[in-house]
C-alpha cells in the first residue's frame, strides 16, 4: 500500500519555469501575496508608441500598400466577373420599372419578374435563332461559289497578263504547296478552329451568370437597397435614400426609354429594307435595335452598315433607304426621343458625348451603355451635395 506523503522530501525544489521578465518601473506598487513574497501590482502598461513614429509609420504604410495592391490583384484577375456583375445590375435596373408597373397592377413581383426577364431572353434567342441560320446558308453558298470565282479570275485577261509577266501561276501553286506541308500553319487553323470555339464557349457562359445574377438582383432589389441605406449615418439615412432612389430611378427610365428608340428605330428600317429590297432584312433589323440601343453615336453605325450592305443590291437601293433611314433618325431625334426620355435621365450633349466616348474606350460597348446614366448620376450628387454645400458658405 502506498501512503502519500505528507511532507516534501528534503532537498526537493521547486521545478524552474521559464517566464519572460516582468517590466518595473518606479511608479509600480508592490502587494504582498499570503506567501509573505512581495509582488509587484502592475497598473498602467506604460506609454505606447506614438501613431507619429517613424517605424509607426513606416508599419502602418507598408501594410496599406500592400492591402492596396491585393485589391489591385483581385481587380485585375477578376475583371471578367466585376463586368458580368455590372452589365447584370444595368439589367435589373432596367427591368425595375416594369417590373414595379405590373407590381402596381397586383401582380406579384415574382411573376413580374418571370415575366420580364422572359421577354428578354426571347428577345435575345430570337436573334441568334435569325443569325446563326443566315451565317451558315452565306457560308455554304460561299464555299460552293468559291471554285466558280477562282476559276473565272483565273480566265480572265487581267490575270493572264499578269502571269505572263509576273509568273503568278506558279508562284501561288508554290505558296499552297508550302502552306499545305507546313506544320505550323494546319497547326494554326486548328487553334483558330478551337479559339473560336472556346470564346462561342466563354460568351454562352457569360450570358447564363448574367442572365442568372439578373434574376438573383431583380429579387433582391428591394433588400439591397435598404441594406445599404442603412451603411448611412442615421442623421443622413433620409438624404442617401432619397438621392439613391432617385439615380436608380433615372437609370431604369433610361434604359427602357432607349429600348423604346431601339425598337421603334428598327421597325422603320425593317420596313424600309422590305420594300427596297435589301437582303436579310430581319436579321439587320436585329442589328440596327442593338446598335441603337448605344446612344449617340449607335443609330449612326447601324445606318452606314445597312447602306454598305444595300450597296451589293444596287447604288438606287442604298440611296433610297439612307435617305428615308437618316431622314427618321432627324425626326427621331427632335419629335421622339425627347418624349420618350422626358422622364428618363438629361444631361448636355457634350457631356453626353464625353462619356460615351469615355465608357466606350474603358468597357467597350457595356461602357457606352452604362456612360450616360453615370454621368447623370454624378451630375446629380454635384447638383445635390456639392453646390448645396457650397451655397452655404
Partial sequence: MVRRLRQPLPGAQPRLRFEMPPEYSQHEEFVEDPDGVSRPQFGDPGPRMSPQHPLYMGF??????????????????????????????????????????????????PAGILVSVSVLVAAVVGFFATLIPTIVEQVTEIVEQAPVWVRDFMNSDLFRTLDDQFGVRDRIAEEVNKFVNDPEAMGGIAGGVVGFGSTVANGLFGALIVLVLSLYFLAALPAMKKWGYRLAPRSRRHRVEALSEEITKSVGNYVIGQACVAILNATFAFIVMS??????????AFVVALLAFIPLVGAMIAGVVVVLIALTVGWQTATVYGICYFAYLQFEAYFISPRIMQKAVAVPGAVAVISVIAGGSLLGVLGALIAIPTAAAILLLIKEIYIVRQDKH
Fill in 275 to 284: 420594300i427596297v429590297g435589301v437582303p436579310f432584312a430581319l436579321l439587320l
Fill in 60 to 109: 502602418m504604410g507598408t501594410v496599406g500598400v500592400g492591402v492596396a495592391l491585393l485589391v489591385y490583384w483581385i481587380g485585375s484577375h477578376t475583371t471578367q466577373l466585376l463586368l458580368w456583375i455590372v452589365a447584370a445590375l444595368f439589367i435589373a435596373l432596367g427591368l425595375e420599372p416594369v417590373v414595379g408597373w405590373l407590381e402596381s397592377r397586383r401582380i406579384p413581383r
